[in-house]
């Protein structure tokens, strides 16, 4: 089973209970008080040019990306994070700050990131803080100091170590600029794996990125009893200067087509309605406030890679910022975006859903 029984019909009941009472205070139309003001907008003679989203009156957070720190033990091409937060690359958040976060969100899933979450001294405690909140977690490391630091630990049915590994040894060493980070997240993951902890993989796809080398990762890691395996492509946002890595829409589309046949062979945990977007089979509206961001400098919307802002608090991300004007055909900033944090949301909603689809997510989720 792909996930835990409890996880799946927890989250299914905070979905069902979201759609059907949305909170209204997180259901404001901002678009009539700020149109003029995003430089980037794409208005069609001073009117909206496209359908109301389908969402609209429906908004509600489904995992907290919370970054305790952005300081890191690497510099990888691709990360966007220890550009954009240069300047506040020394300071954390409280523990206190986290849980705070946390319980103004109201998530039902956290995702601790970064930076390199595995520095924060008061990880293991926040840790155990979200496991007694029934919280399912997960925990986005390089794999650098997983053996170091396991006894900090304990395994629990919804905690997971999420390991950043972008291709075969050769490649991923050359992706996070630095020599031996394959081996010693590789051997993260089978200490983690012997313990008893629960362990997933996370892979970003870029433009040199051969799929062929995908499916042969996930084959390479078998043996060693994986969780799962989340890919995504990359996005070239503005915080991150090398272009070249990334890719438009079309190429998206067109790497991902090699992806279904490593998909049937191995336990991949990206949805598979999302998995038909990165194909160019399904259309979906980015749901971006399905994934907030919160870090040393507040809640940065409107989402995990854009900052037009950062809030001091949640309801002032979801009440103050205008929804409806990013995604793509919205924004040109979003225009080569299908990136997890605006688009995944939108599957797990079930938003253009089809009358297969429920049946496809049963089996998915019981495979
Ligand atoms: S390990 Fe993660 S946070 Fe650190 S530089 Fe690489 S992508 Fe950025
Ligand atoms: S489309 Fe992507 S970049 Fe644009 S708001 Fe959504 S998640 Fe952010």
Redesign the pocket.
């Known amino acids: 089973m792909r996930f835990p029984l409890s996880m799946t019909a927890g989250l299914a009941g905070y979905i069902a209970k979201n759609k059907w009472r949305p909170r209204p205070e997180w259901q404001v139309d901002r678009s009539a008080h700020v149109d003029s003001s995003n430089p980037f907008r794409i208005i069609a003679s001073g009117t909206r040019s496209r359908k109301p989203h389908p969402m609209i009156n429906k908004r509600f957070p489904l995992v907290l990306m919370l970054e305790p720190l952005h300081a890191c033990n690497l510099t990888c091409t691709g990360c966007g994070r220890i550009r954009e937060y240069e300047s506040t690359i020394t300071q954390q958040l409280s523990l206190e700050q986290c849980l705070a976060a946390v319980e103004e969100c109201g998530a039902p899933i956290v995702s601790i990131c970064g930076g390199e979450p595995m520095l924060y001294a008061k990880l293991p405690e926040l840790v155990r803080e979200l496991v007694a909140r029934n919280k399912t977690i997960y925990l986005c490391t390089n794999g650098m100091f997983i053996r170091k630091k396991l006894k900090d630990y304990s395994p629990a049915e919804k905690f997971f170590f999420n390991v950043h590994l972008d291709g075969m040894e050769k490649n991923h060493d050359i992706a996070v600029e630095k020599e031996g980070v394959f081996r010693e997240a590789v051997e993260g993951i089978k200490a983690a794996k012997a313990a008893g902890f629960k362990v997933c993989t996370n892979t970003t796809i870029y433009r040199e990125t051969d799929m062929a080398e995908i499916g042969e990762l996930f084959e390479y890691l078998k043996p060693f009893d994986v969780d799962g395996h989340l890919v995504a492509p990359a ?1 070239g ?1 503005s915080a991150v200067n090398d272009r070249e890595i990334f890719m438009t829409r079309d190429d998206v589309h067109e790497k991902f087509q090699a992806f279904d046949a490593i998909a049937a062979k191995h336990r991949v945990n990206t949805t598979p309605v999302y998995l038909d977007f990165l194909k160019g089979e399904r259309d979906l509206p ?3 406030w399905g ?1 907030p961001t919160y870090n040393v400098k507040g809640w940065k919307g ?5 900052t037009d802002a950062h809030y001091k608090t949640f309801e002032e991300l979801m009440t103050r910022t205008d929804w409806e004007a ?3 055909g ?2 040109p ?2 225009e080569h ?3 997890h ?3 995944e949301p939108s599957a797990a909603l079930g938003i253009n859903s089809r009358f297969s689809d429920g049946f496809r997510m049963l089996s998915w989720m019981l495979g």
Do not use: E, V
């Open positions: 996005y946002y980015c749901t971006a994934n409107p989402c995990y890679l854009i990013y995604g793509y919205n924004d900033r979003c975006c299908l990136m944090c605006g688009y």
